[in-house]
C-alpha cells in the first residue's frame, strides 16, 4: 500500500512537469497549427541558465529562476518572429524549422556547457514522512509550484482580454483580424507564455533530477503523448491528460520495468489518435 | 533530350567514380547510396502522395534487423534473408498503414513518429531477439553466388558492394520513373494535389495512399538489409526518430517530388560534413541554421530553386531587370 501512494504520489508531481510542456505545446499547435518538436529545447536553456546563474555565481535561486524564465521567454520570442511566422502557412514546414531547431539547441548546448550531468542544489532540502510514505520538500514545492501555474494559465486563458484574444485566433484567426485582433502579436505572445511554461517545467526538472543537453527529449515526448490525450489544442483536456499519464508512467516504471514503460504511453496515443482523435474530454480539434 | 544527356553523364559518372576515389571516399559513396534509397522511398510516400510519414528509419530498421537476425542466428544465406525481411516489413507495413494513413497532415506525421518510437524501443528492449543496446555484430557480406556469371561478384569488397548499390539506386529511380506514368502514380500526384477532388474523382484514396506507404517501406528494409551487411554491424541507436526527421529534411533540402532531389539531398547529407571536417556538434549547429534557412527561403528544395532559376519566365525577369533587354513595348 505504502509503494502504491508514493508511486501516485511520485506520479502526481511529475505529471505536473509534463502538463507544464504540454500547455505549451497546445498553445503553438492550437495557435499555429505548428508541431513544435522544439518545444522542450527551452526546458533545456532554462535549466542550464538556471543551474549557471545558482551555482557559478550564486544568485538566489529564485531570483536565478526568474531571470532563466525571463531569458527564455526572449530566446522564445526571436525564435518565433523569425523562424516559425514563416511557416504558418504549412504545418510540415513549421515540423521541419523546429527539427532544425532541435540541432542548433541540443548540439549547441553540448559544445557550450558540455555533456556532464549537472544538478540544480534544491532550495528546499529534507523530508516529510507520513507512516512509511517519504515526501521530498522540494518535491512538494515543484507540485505547488506547477499546479498554481497551470492554474493561473488556465485562468489567464479564459478570463483575461488577451487570453480570450488567443482563443479567438485559435477559432478562425481569419474572423479574428476581422475583429480587429492583431495576430502577430497575439501568436508571438501565446508563444512566449508557451515559452515561460517550459522554462519553469525545466527548472523544476533540474531540481529534482539532473540535466543534459538530452534531458528534453523524454518530457517532450511525453507532453506529445498528453495533448493527443487531452484533445489537440484543448487545455483542460492536456491539464486533466497530464496527471494521467504521470501516474500511469510512475506505476509503469514501479510495478513492470522501467524500460518497458514507455511503450504503454506510446500504444495509448496512437490508440488514441485513432479512435477518439478528439481526446478525452472531445475538445480537441 | 538535353535532360537525357544530362542523366547519361550523371549516371557515366556514378559507373566510373571507383577510378578516381580512394576506399574512403568510396566508403562515403556507398553509405550516400544507402541512404539514397532511403529517401527516395520516402519521396513516393511524402513527396509524390503527400502524408510525411516518419517511420521511415523504423521500417530501414526492421529491414536491417530482419535480415541480420536471419543470417547471424538463423544462418541462412542474405540471398534468402532479404527476400524475408522485405515480405516482413510488406507484412507491418500493410497493418500500420491500414491503421494510420486514415489520419490526416501532421496528425499522420505524430502518429507515425509515436509507431518509430514503440520500434526503437523495442528493438532496444527485446534482448533475446535484438541483443538490446549493444545491437548485432559480426554479420557476414552478402555470399557470392556459384553460378558463371554471379560467381564473379564479390560483395566482400568495397567496390563490387559499391556497384550492387548502385544497381539498386538505378533500379529505384526507373521504377519510380515509371510508377509516375502509371494509373498508380497519377492517382499518388492527384492524391497529393487535393485529396478531396481526387475522391470526388473516384480514385479510392485510402488504397492508394496504403500502396505509396508500402512501396517506401520496401524500398527502406531494401535499404536497410544492403546497410547492415555493408556495416556489418547495427545498434538500435542508428534507427532512431531522429534518423527519421533528418530524412525527411533531407527529402526538402533536395527537393520533395523530383527525382534529382532525394540524390543530390543525399550526396549533400553525407558529403558536406566530411568537407568541413569539423566538431560534430558544430556541424549539426550549422547543419540547423541550414534547415531553417532552406525551409524559411527555399521551401521548394534546391531542384526546385534550380528550375525556377533555369525557367524562361525567370530568367526573362532578370534580363529585364539588370536592362540587358530593352522591353518589349
Redesign the interface.
Known sequence: MSQFIQQLVNGLVIGSIYGLVALGITMSFGLMGIVNFAHGMFIIIAAFFTYYLVTLYGINFFFASLLAIVATGIIGFIIERYTFRYARQDPINGLMISIGLIYIIENGATVLFGPENKIIAPVFTGTISLGEIIFANQRIFVFIVSCLLMAFFYLFIKKAKLGKAMRAVSENDYAAVLMGIPIDAVIGLAFVIGCFLAAAAGIALGSLFIVTPHTASKPLMKAFVIITLGGFGSIRGAFIAAFIIGVADSFAAGYISLAWADIFSYIIFILILIFTPKGILGEGK | MFKKIFYGIVVLLAILLPLFVGPYYLHLMVLTGIYCLLVLGLNIIMGYTGP?SLAQASFYGIGAYTSAILTTRLGLSFWIAMPLSVLLIIIISVFLGV??L??V???F???T???C??IF??M??WVPVTNGPSGIHDIKPPETINLFPLSLIDLSSRVHYYYFVLFFVILTVVFTVYLLRSRMGRAFVAIREDEELARAEGIYVMKYKVYAFVISAIIAAVSGSLFAHYLQFITPGMFTIFES?NL??VL?IGGSGTIAGPILGSLINVLIPEIFNI????R??I??????LF??FL?EGLVGFGKKLLSAEFLKNITRKLNLVPAAD
Open positions: 510525411a491503421i494510420t486514415r489520419l497532415s501532421h496528425y506525421a505524430i502518429a513518429f509515436g509507431l518510437e514503440i524501443i523495442v532496444d528492449n526527421l525527411v529534411i526538402l566538431l560534430p556538434e558544430i549539426m549547429v547543419y540547423g541554421f541550414f534547415v531553417i525551409i524559411v521551401p
